[in-house]
C-alpha cells in the first residue's frame, strides 16, 4: 500500500487535502522495478487550475503507454502547505507514488503564462533542486520547459536545463530514448545536454551565448559550438486524427476549474488577430474528423463519469465539422443529462440556434469579444469583425431570449486614441439600444451588459511585439476615460463596467519581452516572498519593484520602449515557422489600417505552409 507523503495530522490542518494525496480514477500506478524513466509533469499552479490543462492530459497518457516511462503530476502547493513543507523540510513530491521529485530523472514544467514564474522557482527549491540549472549535478534531475511561454524562454532561461520548442507528442520519444543510452553509458551531464541539442526542438541555453549593444539591446546569440544548431524549429503535429488523445484522463478529487470531458477539435486559427500570440505560434490550422471526434466524446465519457463535454480550439466556429458534430453531441447526450458546452463560438444565426439548445438562455449570457471599440482599430488589430456584424449578432441573440450579454475589449492598443476608447461605451449603447427595439412583451425582464477591458500587452512573434506597452498611469487613465463615458450613456443602468489590474500587466509585459538579465528580477522577488502571482490576493507589486531595484532592472527598456525594425530579439532563435518578413509585413498594414482576409479566403504568405509540405516564397 502506497504511503502518503503527508502525514494525517499534516492534511488535517491544510485546505483541500484531496490536493496532494492522488490515487484519483485513471491516474497511473506503475511497478518502479520495471521503470526506465520517471517523468515528473508539473503544471506551476494550484491543482484546480493544473487538472484543467488539456496539454498535460496528454502528455501524461502518451508516456505512460510505454512500459519503460512512469509519468507522474505534481502541482505547486498552496501557500498553507508550503509553509509547512519549508519548516519541516518535507521535500516536495509526485501524486502517484508519493516520491519525492528529486529522485526523478526529468521534472518537466508547463509555463502556460507570464504569472507563474515565480511559482516555478517555488517548485524548484521545494522539491531540493538547485534553483540554477548551472548549480545542478549528476544527482538531480534534468528541467525541462514547455508550452506557449517558451517561445521566449529567456528570462527563465537561467533556472531550465532544456526547454522543448512545440507540441509534445512529437520528440519527447527520442529525448526518452537519448537518456536511456546516456544513462548507461555513465556520460557527463554536460554530454547529455550536448546530445540533446541535436535533436530538433530541443533548446538547451546553457550552449548559447548571448552578446549586447551599449544600448542595451542584443548584439546576438550564438552556440557556443559548431555542432549546436543556430535555430531551433518549432515541432508540430500534423495528423491531427491520429495523434495520442488520452481515452481516460485523471479525474481530479475535488473540483478543478474545467471538471468535464475536453474535445479538442482543432489546432490554429485561420484569423490572424494582430495581437494573438496563440493564432500565430499553432498555425497551420489543423482539424481532427469528426469521426474520432465522435468516439471519443463516448469514450471520455465512460471513463470519468463527468457530465458536461467542451470543445477546445481557438475559433470553434471555423473548425468545419462543426454542424455535425454538434448535432450528434446534442442528439446523443444531451437528453442523458450532460450540458455541452460550446466556448469560441462566433455569435451567428447557426451558433445561436445550438446555443439555444444548450444553454439555459434564462442563467446563460453570451460572450462577444469586439476587442476595440471602432472600426478603425478593429482594422489595425485584424480582427474581421465589424460594428454590423457584432449589431446582427447581439439583435439575433436578444430576440432568441438573451439578456445578459458580456463584452471583451483591450485597452492600449497600438494607435489608440481617445474616440477609439469612447467607441467601447458607445458600441455598449448601441447593442442595448438593439435590446430595447425588441418590444416590451417580447423581451426576457432587463438588459445586462458587462463590459470588460484588459490591458494590451506585446507578446514575441505578433505583429505587435515591435509596440511600446502603455505606462501604468496610461493605462489607468485610459480606464477611467471609458468609465466616464459608460456613465454618460442613455441606457448606463444597463451598463457595468470592470477593468484588469494594471501592475499585473506591466510585469506579464516585462516577462513576455523580457532577456536573460530579466532572470535576477525573478530570483530576487522569488526571494522576497513573490509566488502565485497570477492570484490577486497573493500579488505584491511592491517586492517586484523593489526587486528591479535590487538587481539594477530598467523596467521601461522592457516595456514603453519603442522597438527598432531591425532589432534583435531574446527570441529570434527560435523557427516558429511564421516568418519575421511576414509580421513586419503585418505590423506595416496595422498602422495602415488595412485588413489582411483569413487563411481560408487567401495566402497571406506567412510561411507555415510548408509544414503542409508547401512552398512558402519567404522561406
Same mark, same amino acid.
Given at each position: 500500500?502506497?504511503?502518503?507523503?503527508?502525514?494525517?495530522?499534516?492534511?488535517?490542518?491544510?485546505?483541500?487535502?484531496?490536493?496532494?494525496?492522488?490515487?484519483?480514477?485513471? =491516474?497511473?500506478?506503475?511497478?518502479?522495478?520495471?521503470?526506465?524513466?520517471?517523468?515528473?509533469?508539473?503544471?506551476?499552479?494550484?491543482?484546480?487550475?493544473?487538472?484543467?490543462?488539456?496539454?498535460?492530459?496528454?502528455?501524461?497518457?502518451?508516456?505512460?503507454?510505454?512500459?519503460?516511462?512512469?509519468?507522474?503530476?505534481?502541482?505547486?502547493?498552496? $501557500?498553507?502547505?508550503?509553509?509547512?513543507?519549508?519548516?519541516?523540510?518535507?521535500?516536495?513530491?509526485?501524486?502517484?507514488?508519493?516520491?519525492?521529485?528529486?529522485?526523478?530523472?526529468?521534472?518537466?514544467?508547463?509555463?502556460?503564462?507570464?504569472?507563474?514564474?515565480?511559482?516555478?522557482?517555488?517548485?524548484?527549491?521545494?522539491?531540493?533542486?538547485?534553483?540554477?540549472?548551472?548549480?545542478?549535478?549528476? *544527482?538531480?534531475? %534534468?528541467?525541462?520547459?514547455?508550452?506557449?511561454?517558451?517561445?521566449?524562454?529567456?528570462?527563465?532561461?537561467?533556472?531550465?536545463?532544456?526547454?522543448?520548442?512545440?507540441?509534445?507528442?512529437?520528440?519527447?520519444?527520442?529525448?526518452?530514448?537519448?537518456? !536511456?543510452?546516456? !544513462?548507461?553509458?555513465?556520460?557527463?551531464? /554536460?554530454?547529455?545536454?550536448?546530445?540533446?541539442?541535436?535533436?530538433?526542438?530541443?533548446?538547451?541555453? =546553457?550552449?548559447?551565448?548571448?552578446?549586447?549593444?551599449?544600448?542595451?539591446?542584443?548584439?546576438?546569440?550564438?552556440?557556443?559550438?559548431?555542432?549546436?544548431?543556430?535555430?531551433?524549429?518549432?515541432?508540430?503535429?500534423?495528423?491531427?486524427?491520429?495523434?495520442?488523445?488520452? *481515452?481516460?484522463?485523471?479525474?481530479?478529487?475535488? !473540483?478543478?476549474?474545467?471538471?468535464?470531458?475536453?474535445?479538442?477539435?482543432?489546432?490554429?486559427?485561420?484569423?490572424?488577430?494582430?495581437?494573438?500570440?496563440?493564432?500565430? +505560434?499553432? @498555425?497551420?490550422?489543423?482539424?481532427?474528423?469528426?469521426?474520432?471526434?465522435?468516439?471519443?466524446?463516448?469514450?471520455?465519457?465512460?471513463?470519468?463519469?463527468?457530465?458536461?463535454?467542451?470543445?477546445? =480550439? +481557438?475559433?470553434?466556429?471555423?473548425?468545419?465539422?462543426?454542424?455535425?458534430?454538434?448535432?450528434?453531441?446534442?442528439?446523443?447526450?444531451?437528453?442523458?443529462?450532460?450540458?455541452?458546452?460550446?466556448?469560441?463560438?462566433?455569435?451567428?444565426?447557426?451558433?445561436?440556434?445550438?446555443?439555444?439548445?444548450?444553454?439555459?438562455?434564462?442563467?446563460? =449570457?453570451?460572450?462577444?469579444?469586439?476587442?476595440?471599440?471602432?472600426? @478603425?482599430?478593429?482594422?489595425?488589430?485584424?480582427?474581421?469583425?465589424?460594428?454590423?456584424?457584432?449589431?446582427?449578432?447581439?439583435?439575433?441573440?436578444?430576440?432568441?431570449?438573451?439578456?445578459?450579454?458580456?463584452?471583451?475589449?483591450?485597452?492600449?492598443?497600438?494607435?489608440?486614441? *481617445?474616440?477609439?476608447?469612447?467607441?467601447?461605451?458607445?458600441?455598449?449603447?448601441?447593442?442595448?439600444?438593439?435590446?430595447?427595439?425588441?418590444?416590451?412583451?417580447? @423581451?426576457?425582464?432587463?438588459?445586462?451588459?458587462?463590459?470588460? $477591458?484588459?490591458?494590451?500587452?506585446?507578446?514575441?512573434?505578433?505583429?505587435?511585439?515591435?509596440?511600446?506597452?502603455?505606462?501604468?498611469?496610461?493605462?489607468?487613465?485610459?480606464?477611467?476615460?471609458?468609465?466616464?463615458?459608460?456613465?454618460?450613456?442613455?441606457?448606463?443602468?444597463?451598463?457595468?463596467?470592470?477593468?484588469?489590474?494594471?501592475?499585473?500587466?506591466?510585469?506579464?509585459?516585462?516577462?513576455?519581452?523580457?532577456?536573460?538579465? #530579466?532572470?535576477?528580477?525573478?530570483?530576487?522577488?522569488?526571494?522576497?516572498? &513573490?509566488?502565485?502571482?497570477?492570484?490577486? *490576493?497573493? %500579488?505584491?507589486?511592491?517586492?517586484?519593484?523593489?526587486?528591479?531595484? /535590487? $538587481?539594477?532592472?530598467?523596467?521601461?527598456?522592457?516595456? $514603453? @520602449?519603442?522597438?527598432?525594425?531591425?532589432?534583435?530579439?531574446?527570441?529570434?532563435?527560435?523557427?516558429?515557422?511564421?516568418?519575421?518578413?511576414?509580421?513586419?509585413?503585418?505590423?506595416?498594414?496595422?498602422?495602415?489600417?488595412?485588413?489582411?482576409?483569413?487563411?481560408?479566403?487567401? &495566402?497571406?504568405?506567412?510561411?507555415?505552409?510548408?509544414?503542409?509540405?508547401? #512552398?512558402?516564397?519567404?522561406?
Amino acid at each position: 500500500m502506497r504511503k502518503l507523503a503527508l502525514s494525517d495530522e499534516i492534511l488535517l490542518t491544510v485546505e483541500k487535502p484531496a490536493r496532494y494525496i492522488g490515487n484519483e480514477v485513471n =491516474s497511473v500506478m506503475k511497478n518502479k522495478k520495471d521503470i526506465a524513466v520517471r517523468f515528473a509533469m508539473c503544471f506551476p499552479d494550484v491543482y484546480e487550475i493544473g487538472m484543467s490543462h488539456l496539454g498535460i492530459q496528454i502528455l501524461y497518457d502518451m508516456f505512460n503507454r510505454r512500459e519503460d516511462i512512469w509519468c507522474e503530476r505534481v502541482y505547486s502547493p498552496w $501557500t498553507d502547505l508550503d509553509k509547512i513543507m519549508r519548516e519541516q523540510n518535507i521535500p516536495l513530491f509526485a501524486l502517484e507514488s508519493q516520491d519525492p521529485i528529486k529522485d526523478f530523472d526529468f521534472l518537466g514544467i508547463t509555463i502556460q503564462y507570464e504569472m507563474c514564474y515565480t511559482n516555478i522557482l517555488q517548485v524548484l527549491e521545494l522539491s531540493q533542486i538547485p534553483l540554477m540549472a548551472s548549480e545542478r549535478t549528476m *544527482e538531480h534531475p %534534468f528541467v525541462i520547459g514547455g508550452g506557449p511561454c517558451t517561445y521566449n524562454p529567456e528570462p527563465l532561461a537561467d533556472f531550465f536545463d532544456l526547454f522543448y520548442m512545440g507540441e509534445g507528442e512529437t520528440v519527447y520519444f527520442p529525448l526518452m530514448d537519448l537518456y !536511456k543510452e546516456w !544513462k548507461a553509458s555513465g556520460a557527463s551531464r /554536460e554530454e547529455f545536454l550536448r546530445k540533446a541539442s541535436h535533436i530538433p526542438g530541443i533548446y538547451v541555453p =546553457s550552449l548559447y551565448e548571448v552578446t549586447y549593444k551599449e544600448d542595451g539591446t542584443i548584439l546576438e546569440m550564438r552556440p557556443k559550438f559548431e555542432d549546436v544548431p543556430a535555430k531551433v524549429d518549432k515541432q508540430i503535429v500534423m495528423e491531427m486524427s491520429e495523434a495520442t488523445y488520452p *481515452e481516460k484522463p485523471v479525474v481530479p478529487f475535488i !473540483k478543478a476549474t474545467q471538471d468535464r470531458v475536453v474535445l479538442e477539435i482543432m489546432r490554429g486559427c485561420i484569423r490572424g488577430c494582430r495581437f494573438c500570440q496563440a493564432g500565430m +505560434l499553432y @498555425r497551420p490550422t489543423r482539424q481532427k474528423d469528426v469521426k474520432v471526434l465522435k468516439d471519443y466524446a463516448y469514450k471520455m465519457l465512460k471513463s470519468t463519469g463527468h457530465e458536461e463535454i467542451s470543445l477546445s =480550439s +481557438l475559433s470553434s466556429s471555423d473548425y468545419e465539422q462543426l454542424e455535425e458534430l454538434v448535432t450528434f453531441l446534442i442528439d446523443e447526450f444531451k437528453g442523458k443529462g450532460i450540458n455541452i458546452s460550446l466556448p469560441s463560438l462566433r455569435i451567428d444565426a447557426f451558433s445561436l440556434d445550438v446555443m439555444s439548445k444548450v444553454q439555459d438562455i434564462r442563467k446563460s =449570457s453570451l460572450t462577444f469579444a469586439p476587442e476595440a471599440g471602432s472600426q @478603425r482599430m478593429r482594422n489595425v488589430i485584424n480582427k474581421g469583425l465589424t460594428e454590423d456584424d457584432i449589431l446582427r449578432g447581439a439583435g439575433l441573440a436578444f430576440e432568441g431570449g438573451w439578456n445578459k450579454v458580456k463584452l471583451y475589449f483591450m485597452l492600449g492598443l497600438p494607435t489608440e486614441t *481617445e474616440e477609439d476608447m469612447k467607441g467601447i461605451a458607445h458600441l455598449a449603447e448601441k447593442i442595448a439600444k438593439r435590446y430595447y427595439e425588441i418590444p416590451k412583451d417580447q @423581451r426576457n425582464g432587463k438588459c445586462q451588459i458587462t463590459i470588460s $477591458t484588459s490591458f494590451f500587452v506585446p507578446k514575441p512573434f505578433t505583429p505587435f511585439q515591435w509596440a511600446p506597452m502603455n505606462t501604468m498611469d496610461e493605462f489607468l487613465g485610459k480606464a477611467r476615460i471609458v468609465n466616464a463615458e459608460v456613465k454618460e450613456q442613455l441606457n448606463r443602468k444597463s451598463l457595468k463596467y470592470n477593468w484588469h489590474q494594471a501592475d499585473v500587466t506591466i510585469l506579464e509585459g516585462l516577462l513576455a519581452r523580457g532577456d536573460r538579465k #530579466v532572470a535576477k528580477a525573478i530570483l530576487a522577488a522569488y526571494k522576497k516572498g &513573490c509566488i502565485y502571482d497570477a492570484w490577486g *490576493e497573493q %500579488f505584491h507589486y511592491d517586492r517586484w519593484l523593489e526587486a528591479f531595484d /535590487e $538587481t539594477g532592472l530598467d523596467l521601461d527598456f522592457y516595456t $514603453t @520602449r519603442p522597438r527598432e525594425m531591425d532589432e534583435v530579439f531574446p527570441w529570434d532563435f527560435i523557427d516558429i515557422g511564421v516568418t519575421k518578413k511576414f509580421l513586419e509585413r503585418e505590423w506595416k498594414r496595422a498602422t495602415e489600417e488595412t485588413v489582411t482576409p483569413n487563411c481560408r479566403m487567401q &495566402c497571406s504568405g506567412c510561411g507555415a505552409m510548408r509544414y503542409e509540405g508547401g #512552398v512558402c516564397y519567404e522561406h
